[in-house]
């Protein structure tokens, strides 16, 4: 089976700063793809990054990188210089590439950045 | 950019009521994708379907059905609706995964947020 976990259910940081929001996966394939998705207040869900398993460098977009740990099934996605517009609530999703036809999400983690 | 249109926005329904959400994607992808939302839950898999004439069932299809008549249009159908069924409906496209991991970013609509008395 394949699961995604996100445990920080919320989390705030003053304005500029840098967060990093946590995210485990569980699957039996070898190869896998991880993605991050960010909902705002009005309800919009819109891609922002991916991590494919089999490379090695850490993926970065704009002000947005991740952290993957292989070993401990981790990806964290990394932003840095904070906005008050990146308040809103981050989904983790993973689709495993020989048994996974869909992408499954985590439970979110609200994020606040404060002045 | 992909578009991907929901309707209705808001509905309030009776139990044992029929409930049918719409969805319309103009970007030509092959997937769609029909998810709830609720709290504690983060975004779940009801139905989803490879193209015209396909619906497969995802993690949670008790209770609902999915009709894809064209490319462009999913439905996602409560035949007798019921207070659980209460949630927050979106609807996704996306190209056809691989196992080369091409472009499968997913593209989501605004939701349907659904009331069931």
């Known amino acids: 089976a394949q699961k995604v976990t996100q445990t920080q259910t919320s989390i705030s940081v003053v304005e500029k700063t840098t967060v990093t929001m946590d995210c485990v996966y569980e699957?039996?394939?070898?190869?896998?793809?991880l993605f991050w998705y960010k909902q705002t207040a009005s309800g919009e869900i819109v891609f922002l990054i991916r991590?494919?398993?089999?490379?090695?460098e850490n993926a970065t977009v704009g002000h947005y990188s991740l952290n993957f740990q292989k070993p401990k099934s981790s990806i964290g996605l990394i932003i840095t210089a904070t906005q008050i517009e990146d308040s809103a609530v981050y989904f983790c999703?993973?689709?495993?590439?020989?048994?996974?036809?869909?992408?499954?999400f985590g439970t979110g983690t609200k994020l606040q950045v404060v002045p | 950019e992909a578009a991907v249109t929901q309707s209705p926005r808001n509905k309030v329904a009776v139990t044992g009521g029929k409930v049918t959400l719409s969805c319309n994607q103009t970007?030509?992808?092959?997937?769609m994708y029909w998810y709830r939302q609720d709290t504690g839950h983060g975004l779940r898999l009801i139905h989803y379907?490879?193209?015209?004439?396909?619906?497969e069932k995802g993690d949670i299809p008790d209770g609902y059905k999915a009709s894809r008549p064209s490319q462009e249009n999913f439905s996602l159908i409560l035949e007798l609706a019921t207070p659980s069924q209460t949630s927050v409906y979106f609807c996704?496209?996306?190209?056809?995964?691989?196992?080369?991991?091409?472009?499968?970013?997913?593209?989501f609509g605004h939701g349907t947020k659904l009331s069931v008395l």
């Open positions: 970007n030509n992808h092959n997937n």
């Open positions: 996704a496209s996306g190209d056809r995964p691989g196992t080369g991991g091409g472009d499968e970013r997913l593209f």
């Open positions: 379907s490879y193209g015209a004439g396909s619906t």
């Open positions: 991590q494919d398993s089999y490379k090695k």
């Open positions: 999703a993973m689709r495993g590439a020989n048994s996974g036809t869909y992408q499954r």
């Open positions: 699957t039996r394939d070898s190869s896998y793809f």
